[in-house]
């Protein structure tokens, strides 16, 4: 049976992990190589690098990093942060990524999604969404920026519509949650992945095991994404994954 | 020992030939068929669209190679596209033909409530036919997939791993020299690099 997926974020700056984790074993904990092999020897099904560095050379150390991981950990990995071409998509692909997410670029070219998987395959076009609720509390809207800036997107409409571009994945942020260690919303969670036939990662809000079970109970998602929750080693890995086993969800472990 | 990568323009085979490099394995990744013919075991790897792929295997020309495989009995490894180019026809491409070395069609995974499309992620499979890849690793294992057709072979006996998606999915295959897998053992962790073992010493 196909499991559900438990996937560490990792935001990295200038080839750094920028908040460090909490693993004794680990030389350099802010080195993504070392990071990622702990966290795929602690069981993650998947990782995520999100490139938060804003050098000039941004896209070489990106590249490098990429090439750097992909030598030395054996299960899928993602990278997105500042991806804006077809050449970006290439360029991290062919390093050694297995997919890219895209996020402010698809907004401002949604003809990215397209190209990008006619080209390398709907299985490696990640779409990041950023969802806020709606004021009046009957929907939600996209924001960028981190959370900063509004638009005037539904968040429901354009899930559909990333999915009818050719996206094979939604890595779904609730941007009221993000941060908080509140639960994930389960309410946004379910009904986008509802609305789409494609995987959604539930992402934003994580502060307990028990947030995980729901979001891939309730919420319907098809994995859940944290990041400060694993690095801080407040909820480890593998007893996350014998929790959620115990539950009886289908869990690798 | 020196293990030939097909390369044929496709997309990220990077992981393929570090995976290789990982377990030991002298590589070489290539599209030039005399370098290949020199190579003691062949890899077809693949992502992206059936269609597209047998159109670069062809301007590449690469298909002596499977031939010579085939005449040779040259160990043969296709991985997830890899294994549905082996086939005649897929679904997914109606008008392109395959290598057509193994008989079966390659059908799209039905869709339907509950179901996701793609088969992403990490899913156990059942061994069945004592398949020499997976040659001493425990029952049941867990392996990475990505993908939206899958293998209905006509021939079950060369089937070796099995798992179900909705509907009953053949994703390891194993006849004579030629081996071919669903799932991305590159991506599969210990498991996987096993798997990769298993196939070098044949």
Sequence with gaps: MLTKRIIPCLDVKDNRVVKGINFKELRDAGDPVETGKAYAEAGADELVFLDISASLDKKKTVVDMVRNVSKNVFIPFTVGGGIKSIEDIRDVLRAGADKVSLNTSAIENPDLIRKGADIFGSQCIVVAIDAKKNIDKTGYHLSKAGGTIELDIDALGWAKKVESLGAGEILLTSMDRDGTKEGFDIELTRMISDAVSIPVIASGGAGKAEDFFEALTKGHADAALAASLFHYGTLQINDLKKYLSDKDLPIRC | ?202
């Excluded at chain 2, 792929?53 to 499977?66: F, G, Q, R, T, V």
């Excluded at chain 2, 180019?85 to 995974?109: F, R, T």
């Design chain 2, 1 to 202: 020992m020196k293990i030939g990568i097909i390369d044929y323009g496709a997309g990220n085979i990077q992981s393929v030939t570090n995976a290789f490099g990982r377990i030991g394995a002298e590589c070489v990744l290539s599209g030039d068929i005399n370098e290949l013919l020199r190579c003691d075991h062949l890899v077809l790897p693949g992502v992206g669209s059936f269609g597209a792929a047998m159109d670069s295997l062809n301007k590449s020309n690469i298909k002596p190679i499977i031939e010579k495989a085939m005449n040779d009995n040259i160990p043969f490894l296709g991985i997830c596209l890899g294994l549905q180019l082996l086939y005649e026809k897929s679904e997914e491409s109606p008008d392109a033909i395959g290598l057509s070395v193994l008989n079966g069609v390659i059908k799209k995974i039905p869709s339907r409530c509950g179901i996701k499309i793609p088969h992403m992620g990490w899913d156990n499979c059942i061994l069945k036919n004592e398949g020499r890849l997976f040659a001493g690793i425990p029952k049941d294992p867990y392996l990475y997939f990505v993908h939206s057709y899958y293998l209905d072979a006509s021939d079950k006996t060369m089937v070796t791993a099995v798992t179900n998606y909705g509907v009953d999915m053949d994703v390891s295959i194993e006849k004579n020299n030629f081996f071919a897998c669903q799932f991305h053992p590159e991506k599969s962790g210990d498991t996987g690099m096993y798997i990769l073992k298993n196939f070098m010493e044949i």
